[in-house]
């Protein structure tokens, strides 16, 4: 029995789709599971009628995290304070601790003019962009923000799946080492492995170019495969994407018998055993690959919501000694 529901799982992740409709254990309505890419490479945005069609109907869109959010918390998370702190502590010492109290450098005006001309290096990292030399093969922004920013512009509300600060717990635990780390026999032999994995592909593509084919043609379990052969360790794979995946699973389930739901979360999240597909699964609920077809409709759907633009309320703020004002 274990044995063929495996295969049925495999079976069905063996399917080409990215999306897939939730349905069963009790739903009034049905919801919508859709693999991302964290990346702004048009390839992404490879989107299919089907897609636009389970965005209008859900009542709730759900991501990984709230990009409204990232900022504020990504400057009061734990990470960023140690860092500051570090970089505190570094300045201060490495010369006089008064002189860099108060000194201040005027800047040059070619230090301006680089300022206005330039792209912030902060702005390319939230819109997972590689470089400026990149545009032509780049969206303005990446799709998980696309779909944030589709669902806002149609009144509809967004929740994140994950809690930003045990998502940084798990990933500094992922960092560690694996206990056989120091086992020669053991690391020799995950090495061999990875270098058989990647001769299969290399003979006409990268293994970056193999996951973008795969992710194009909504491949699982090709992505599946090279998600777990090119992973730093086996804890990176615990508590980076199964850890997580359980959190996302949990989440999807409680919010689904509440309303209908879109679920975009990074594809790699989907297949395996210990994937979001199945975990959902294991919980009674049915999960259908819809295939994806393209018309113009997707194509018109996507201009359009980008001509429309949010009417975003501004504070006022005040520096603290009151000489500056703006909003």
Known sequence: M???GLSLQVKAQEQSSLLWEISGNGLKKNSYLYGTMHVSNKIAFHLGDTFFMALDKSELVCLESDPGKWIEEMYSSDNGTM?????NY???YKSNFYENLVNFDEPEKKDLENALRQ????????LYRGSNYN???EENTYLDLFIYQYARKNKIDVLNLEDFKETNRLQILSMLPDEDED??????????????YYSKWN??????EAMEDAYRNGKLNIIDSITKMTSKSDK???YFLHERNKIMANGIDTLAKDKSIFIGIGAAHLPGEKGVINLLEEKGFTLRPIIRNKSELAKKKKNNIEKVFLDVPYVKQTTKDGFISAN
């Open 135 to 137: 545009e032509e093969y």
């Open 90 to 92: 570094y300045g201060y």
């Open 2 to 4: 274990v044995l063929s």
């Open 83 to 87: 860092m500051n702190r570090f970089n």
């Open 203 to 208: 003979k006409y593509m990268s293994v970056r």
């Open 236 to 238: 990176y794979l615990h």
């Open 119 to 126: 792209k912030h290096s902060l702005e390319n990292g939230f």
């Open 183 to 196: 086992d020669e026999e053991k690391q020799k032999q995950k090495n061999k492995n990875k270098k058989s």
